[in-house]
């Protein structure tokens, strides 16, 4: 039974927290199914009518439902673990209702055990309605128990106290007051006293009854204060113990309650086996919590190795919620490589993939990349070969491409190999598809005094402008012998090539000898060719010699050459041949030099010759130095016939002081407009620097003319 000035108050259906899984929830709109009832099993005894026993039965727990304003994922994360047998976590978890009552604390303790969800129930949706959206959620569990009464609550302002002595304090004084009153004016001063007794009565009170809620309000603040820390503690503690079960070592949870906020701090180093893969890492994160906001970090990185394959990854991600709004990113980095090594393949692959989210939006690329190359020896041959293939991949676009080529070097019996080929493809989102492929092989041997060579080369493109390609393919051989004193070499080759243009394709001869037939030097060289193409056919061949000999004083050349083309404008050709001879001997005090020369020419124009022989003569006839020079010829061809003759002579005597010179030249020319005819001559003495002398000159086509003249 109560005290007499005392109630106990009931508390209120709305102050009440929902615990999970460790984890408060404060704003659940109604928690309903607290119940616990037995099944009542009734039983009739013979013989006895009067009432029937009732027995007690199976215990019957309700399925608790709590009902809270959709405004996040949670409940359906929760329920989502319990969907199937396949996916989630299937440990069953305790929980309590907890009542709270004045100053937060709670009074009353509802747990319940071995718990899941069993049912999530969404809004309905109404835009006709002006409601909150409210969202079910439904646990089945297997016990209830009622943990504590909690503290008895506080009185009300009618209770006993500092306030209610107070109150007695004041009736007192003014019931001595009141007395005083009917004892007339001496009892006036009596009651003023009184008065003053009561005031200064009820003012203590008031003071100690402030001290008294200051008091209670620190002691309240401190365990408020330790039990948050206890809880902190406890949770820091748990947490320690869920890291070492997922194999996290070195952890490292922090967490501190001030005046600035709650500041939390966690890192670790972790080993585990992932599918017998031993992974490595380490973790950690930072929050603080105060009157700003909120504001958190997390880094994170591992490794993996398993045979020759490496991997690592990275990533971090932060938040803050403050006055401001909310900003958040999370970013992260993985990659992977791998050699192997496979009989004569070397194999080398690698990957990596980076992506960032923040309020902007969302970026990242993936890039692979796998080559192979192996390398053997095939008979003579040195065989290589590689392949690979790239992918990149960000959110401008795509690419792929992928490629092979090969290599063969070595000897096939007296041949040189050589081959390469190459094919490749790129897949562009922007660009589209391009493939192309090549191939060329070369092969020289050399049998006797022959070498041969054999060049082939083709490749092929193909993309948004259509398919192109060519081909090439060559063969040449040369060879060189001598027979006798005379040196043969002769080439000979052929060459095609072909494209989306056209095909052409040639070949080509040509031989050289060079030697010595008795006193007669000789060279000779003959080539011929062909080419068929776009352009039309053509052909062409030409032909030369020379020879030279000398002969005493005399020495004698020939030469000849030949050629002729043919092509889409017709055939065309030309001959030449000339003879030339050149002595030189001394008859006493004279020198002669005579030369003389014959050429031919013939082509579709016509044909041309020529003779030419010029004779020069010098010396001493007693004080006389003379020259003497003479020259003909004649030609006929397109121009007509033609005939010349020159003739020119000096000398120079010296007799005492005086010095004589004669200088007398003539020519004379026959063609088609006539005879012409030329003579001039220039005498003149010199002596002490004075010079006086005469000159005259001659021709068919002019009178003739001379004059006279000196220096003095």
């Known amino acids: 039974m109560a005290k007499t000035g005392q109630r106990r108050e009931a508390y209120g259906v709305y102050y009440f927290v929902v615990e999970i899984e460790g984890e408060r929830f404060a704003h659940f709109r109604s928690a309903t199914g607290l119940k616990s009832e037995a099944e009542v099993v009734p039983m009739a005894e013979g013989g006895w009518n009067a009432a029937e026993h009732k027995l007690v039965g199976r215990t019957k727990y309700p399925n608790i439902v709590l009902k809270q304003g959709s405004a996040g994922p949670e409940m359906w994360r929760k329920r989502q673990r319990f969907i199937s047998d396949t996916t989630g976590d299937l440990r069953r978890f305790d929980g309590a209702i907890i009542q709270m009552g004045p100053g937060g604390k709670a009074v009353a303790t509802w747990t319940f055990t071995n718990a899941w969800v069993c049912k999530w129930e969404a809004p309905d949706w109404d835009a ?273 491409e992928a490629g092979v080529k090969a290599t063969a070097e070595g000897k096939v019996g007296p041949a040189n190999v050589k081959a390469a080929a190459e094919a490749g493809v790129t897949a562009d989102s922007k660009e589209g598809v391009k493939a192309s492929a090549k191939a060329e092989a070369h092969a020289d041997a050399k049998i006797g005094n022959t070498s041969v060579t054999g060049d082939a080369k083709a490749e092929v493109t193909a993309d948004k402008t259509g398919v192109h390609g060519s081909a090439d393919a060559s063969v040449a051989a040369k060879t060189e012998q001598k027979i006798g004193n005379t040196t043969v070499t002769a080439e000979a080759g052929a060459k095609a090539h072909v494209d989306e243009k056209g095909a052409s394709a040639s070949v080509e001869a040509k031989a050289h000898a060079e030697g010595k037939a008795g006193p007669v030097n000789l060279s000779a060289d003959a080539g011929a060719g062909a080419s068929v193409g776009p352009e039309g056919a053509k052909a062409h061949a030409e032909v030369s010699g020379h020879a030279d000999a000398k002969v005493g004083n005399t020495t004698v050349s020939g030469d000849a050459k030949a050629g002729v083309t043919a092509d889409k404008t017709g055939v065309h050709g030309s001959a030449d041949a000339g003879v030339g001879a050149k002595t030189e001997q001394k008859i006493g005090n004279t020198t002669v030099t005579t030369e003389a020369g014959a050429k031919v020419h013939a082509d579709e124009k016509g044909t041309s010759a020529s003779v030419d022989g010029k004779v020069h003569a010098e010396g001493k006839t007693g004080p006389v130095d ?81 004059k006279f003249y000196k220096n003095f």
């Open 128 to 400: 006709s309605k002006n409601e909150i959206a409210i969202e079910t959620i439904e646990i089945v569990h297997e016990g209830l128990a009622l943990n504590g009464a909690g503290p008895t609550p506080p009185r009300s302002k009618h209770s006993s106290g500092a306030g209610a002595k107070a109150a007695a304090a004041t009736t007192s004084a003014a019931k001595q007051a009141a007395a005083a009153a009917k004892g007339g004016s001496a009892a006036a001063k009596g009651a003023a006293d009184a008065a003053k007794g009561a005031a200064k009565s009820a003012a203590d009170a008031a003071k100690n009854a402030t001290k008294a809620a200051a008091d209670v309000a620190k002691d309240a603040a401190k365990s408020a204060e330790k039990a948050l820390n206890k809880a902190v503690g406890e949770a820091t503690k748990d947490i320690a113990k869920a890291a070492s079960k997922a194999g996290v070592e070195n952890f490292k949870p922090e967490v501190t309650v001030g005046k600035d906020g709650i500041k939390a701090h966690v890192e670790g180093d972790f080993k585990k086996n992932v599918a017998g893969v031993p992974v490595s890492g380490h973790v950690s994160a930072d929050a603080v919590v105060n009157k700003d906001g909120l504001k958190a970090t997390a880094n994170a990185n591992a490794k993996a190795e398993a045979g020759p394959v490496k991997a690592e990854a990275k990533a971090d991600a932060a938040v803050s919620v403050t006055k401001d709004g909310v900003k958040a990113h999370a970013q992260g980095e993985a990659s992977a490589k791998a050699d192997v090594k496979a009989g004569p393949v070397d194999i080398h692959a690698d990957a990596a993939a980076k992506g960032r989210v923040d309020e902007k939006g969302a970026t990242g690329s993936v890039d692979a990349n796998v080559t192979a190359k192996t390398q053997a020896k095939i008979g003579g041959m040195d065989v290589k070969a590689e392949a690979g293939a790239k992918v990149h991949a960000d959110e401008k676009g795509s690419r792929a």
């Open 626 to 706: 003379w020259k003497a020079d003479a020259g003909a010829g004649a030609s006929v061809g397109p121009g007509g016939p033609r005939a010349y003759g020159d003739i020119h002579a000096t000398a120079k005597e010296k007799i005492g002081p005086v010095t004589l010179n004669q200088d007398v030249g003539a020519h004379a020319s026959v063609d088609k407009n006539g005879v012409h005819a030329q003579a001039e001559g220039d005498v003149s003495a010199e002596a002490g620097g004075k010079k006086v002398g005469a000159q005259g000159e001659v021709s068919s086509d002019a009178a003739p003319k001379g």
